[in-house]
């Protein structure tokens, strides 16, 4: 039957966008434990200009963490050194990678969050439209012809 199909394949569907969620899930929960493991405070390495009173631009590196709610900017210098983190340039970049990597899976889930709520309601849509033809009501069974008005003809 046609509509067993169209249940089959969103059930599929929705499967496999699960699955994604929790590929999505688990490389993110990955990445947070080793982004624990290295020696940088939970933030993220910022690179910005500062003017001076003659308005020339100085580049300098912050680390952008939070403490209790609020936002903090820890002063690095302009060269990223090993002893500012406790460990050493590769830790900082490779730190720099995964939080940019966790904003990327971030972003994915939201989609295929959201591509998971329109299938299920999809697939509820479906079953509630599949079960109304399926069984009709009994008011069906009821109906009796109109009268025909004056002067229309069957043809």
């Known amino acids: 039957m046609p509509s067993e199909e169209?249940?089959?394949s969103l059930e599929l569907l929705l499967s496999r966008i699960r699955e994604r969620l929790a590929t999505l899930e688990n490389e993110e929960e990955r990445i947070r434990r080793r982004l624990q493991e290295l020696p940088i405070p939970n933030g993220s390495l910022d690179f910005r200009w500062v003017k001076n009173s003659r308005g020339r631009k100085y580049w300098y590196w912050y680390i952008v963490y939070y403490k209790d709610g609020r936002r903090?900017?820890?002063y690095l210098g302009k060269v990223l050194k090993p002893e500012h983190m406790g460990g050493s340039i590769e830790e900082l970049r490779l730190a720099k990678h995964y939080a940019s990597r966790l904003r990327r899976i971030e972003s994915a889930k939201a989609e295929v969050e959201a591509l998971?709520?329109?299938a299920e309601e999809a697939l509820e849509r479906a079953e509630v439209l599949i079960e109304g033809v399926a069984a009709p009501?009994?008011?069906?069974?009821?109906?009796e012809e109109a009268p025909l008005a004056e002067g229309v003809m069957m043809g």
């Not at 009501?137 to 109906?143: G, H, L």
């Open 6 to 8: 169209v249940l089959d």
């Open 116 to 118: 998971l709520r329109r």
């Open 137 to 143: 009501s009994p008011a069906s069974d009821r109906i």
């Open 72 to 74: 903090y900017h820890k």
